[in-house]
């Protein structure tokens, strides 16, 4: 496979991936990723396929979680560029695949970070991203009981890598996940008639 397409990504998650909080994740991660691709002016196709399958292997494989996804997509004949750029999201972790194209490290920057941001959409009464601001997110951001298991020093260190603010990226997550906002159920009650 010369360049995956986006329905080559789709098959792939589809095949190893039937959790809809899951599929929901990975839609949010493709956004943010295709969001911030073109923010630095790359290849946002690349960019939001690899966010689209950064967690094919995470469902039927979670103890080799980012070790077996090269098997599943070798198997499939997928670029190493891809494969790295996947594995690298779980560097520190369950990985030692250090990311170093900006593409891996804001990989590895909003992977956890989509979650932080869905959590706090969902408690908001219009329970939407489309009306949410940075600063929500920053005060739920202090209380380490809510979304517990988001690890906030990753989304740190991941900021760090790309030489931003925390607070700009988590902007920046919103903005990427309001563009599919219905699909990943944070639409909220915006829009809707009173």
Same mark, same amino acid.
């Given at each position: 496979m010369e360049k995956p397409t986006r329905e080559d990504a789709w098959a792939l998650l589809t095949k190893w991936t039937e959790s809809e909080a899951l599929i929901k994740h990975a839609l949010s991660v493709e956004a943010v990723m295709r969001h911030l691709a073109r923010k630095a002016e790359e290849d946002e196709e690349k960019w939001g396929i690899v966010g689209l399958i950064h967690d094919v292997d995470y469902e039927k494989y979670p103890e080799e979680h980012c070790v077996k996804v090269r098997e599943l997509m070798e198997a499939d004949n997928w670029p190493e560029e891809y494969i790295r750029a996947v594995q690298s999201h779980g560097w520190g972790i369950c990985v030692d695949v250090e990311p170093q194209s900006v593409m891996e490290k804001s990989?590895? %920057? !909003?992977?956890e970070l989509t979650g932080l941001v869905t %959590?706090? %959409?969902? !408690?908001r009464p219009s329970?939407? !991203?489309?009306? $949410? @601001?940075? &600063?929500? =997110?920053? &005060? @739920?951001? @202090? *209380? %380490?009981g809510f979304a517990a298991g988001v690890d906030r020093s990753i989304i740190e260190k991941g900021a760090a890598m790309l030489g =931003? /603010? !925390? *607070?700009?990226l988590i902007?920046?997550?919103? /903005?990427? $996940?309001?563009?599919v906002a219905e699909e990943i159920g944070l639409k909220g009650t915006i829009g809707e008639d009173e």
């Open positions: 990989l590895f %920057a !909003v992977d %959590a706090t %959409a969902l !408690v329970r939407s !991203v489309l009306d $949410m @601001k940075a &600063k929500s =997110v920053k &005060k @739920k951001w @202090k *209380s %380490a =931003v /603010e !925390v *607070s700009d902007t920046d997550t919103i /903005e990427g $996940m309001r563009t």
